[in-house]
C-alpha cells in the first residue's frame, strides 16, 4: 500500500524557518510527481507547490513563492518542503500528496491521490 | 488573482441527486482545465473522487460523475448516501506560474 508519512512541523515565530519531510513508500517514489497542498484551520485547501520525478522542475504557489522551496531525495523516498519568512498566514495543515508518473520528460501533474494525513504548522506572531 | 467559486453549502435527502459546480473566474471551464474534485470529511485528508473532468477513480463509487455543464465543472451525485456527506473540492488547472487552483469547497449535508 501507498504511505506518504509527513512530519516536521510544530510552532514557530514569524520570520522563522521550518522543514517539512514527507516519507513515502509503496510506490517507486523516484518516478513520480509530489505535491504539497496546505489547509489553514476551518478553510478551504490551497495548492503549495510541486516536483517533477527528477527534481528537475519545481512550482510554488504565488503566495510562497521566494520563501518556500520543494525538494526531493530519490535515494531517501522522501519529499522535502523548505519554509523560511513564514507568517501567521502560513498557519496551516501541510499535506504530502502523490502525483501521477514521469516519464522520460513527460509528467503527469493532475493526479493527486493519495494524500498523508497532514503535518500541522503554526506561526506565532 | 485566479478565483474558483463553488456553492458554499447544499443540502440533499437521502436518495436524491445533486450537482455541485466549479466556476473560474478566467471564464468557461473546459476540459483544459483537468478539473477535479476531492472529497474531505471531518478531520481527515483529502480523497480524489474524480480526475480530467469525468474519469472516476477505481474507488470512487458510480454514484460519483463529473461533468461540464454551463461553462462549469460539475461533480454529480445520484442516489446520495449519508456516508457522502462532506466537503467537496474542485481543482483547475491554469499552468504557468499559478499551475493548480483550488475552489472554496462545498459543504455538502444530506439530511
Known amino acids: 500500500d501507498v504511505m506518504l508519512v509527513e512530519s516536521g512541523g510544530g510552532l514557530v515565530q514569524s520570520g522563522g524557518s521550518l522543514r517539512l519531510s514527507c516519507s513515502a513508500s509503496g510506490f517507486t517514489f523516484r518516478s513520480y510527481v509530489m505535491h504539497w497542498v496546505r489547509q489553514a484551520p476551518g478553510k478551504e485547501l490551497e495548492y503549495v507547490s510541486a516536483i517533477s520525478s527528477d527534481g528537475a522542475t519545481t512550482y510554488h504557489a504565488d503566495s510562497v513563492k521566494g520563501r518556500f522551496t520543494i525538494s526531493r531525495d530519490n535515494s531517501k523516498n522522501t519529499l522535502y518542503l523548505q519554509m523560511s519568512s513564514l507568517r501567521v498566514e502560513d498557519t496551516a495543515v501541510y499535506f504530502c500528496?502523490?502525483?501521477?508518473?514521469?516519464?522520460?520528460?513527460?509528467?503527469?501533474?493532475?493526479?493527486?491521490?493519495?494524500w498523508g494525513q497532514g503535518t500541522l504548522v503554526t506561526v506565532s506572531s | 488573482q485566479t478565483v474558483v467559486t463553488q456553492e458554499p453549502s447544499l443540502t440533499v435527502s437521502p436518495g436524491g441527486t445533486v450537482t455541485l459546480t466549479c466556476a473560474s473566474s478566467?471564464?468557461?471551464?473546459?476540459?483544459?482545465?483537468?478539473p477535479n474534485w476531492f472529497q474531505q470529511k471531518p478531520g481527515q485528508a483529502p480523497r480524489a473522487l474524480i480526475y480530467?473532468?469525468?474519469n472516476r477513480h477505481s474507488w470512487t463509487p458510480a454514484r460519483f460523475s463529473g461533468s461540464l455543464l454551463g461553462g462549469r465543472a460539475a461533480l454529480t451525485l445520484s442516489g446520495v448516501q449519508p456516508e457522502d456527506e462532506a466537503e467537496y473540492y474542485c481543482l483547475l488547472y491554469y499552468g504557468g506560474a499559478q499551475l493548480w487552483v483550488f475552489g472554496g469547497g462545498t459543504k455538502l449535508t444530506v439530511l
Open positions: 500528496v502523490k502525483g501521477g508518473y514521469c516519464k522520460s520528460a513527460n509528467c503527469d501533474w493532475g493526479w493527486f491521490d493519495p
Open positions: 478566467t471564464g468557461a471551464v473546459t476540459s483544459g482545465y483537468y
Open positions: 480530467s473532468t469525468s
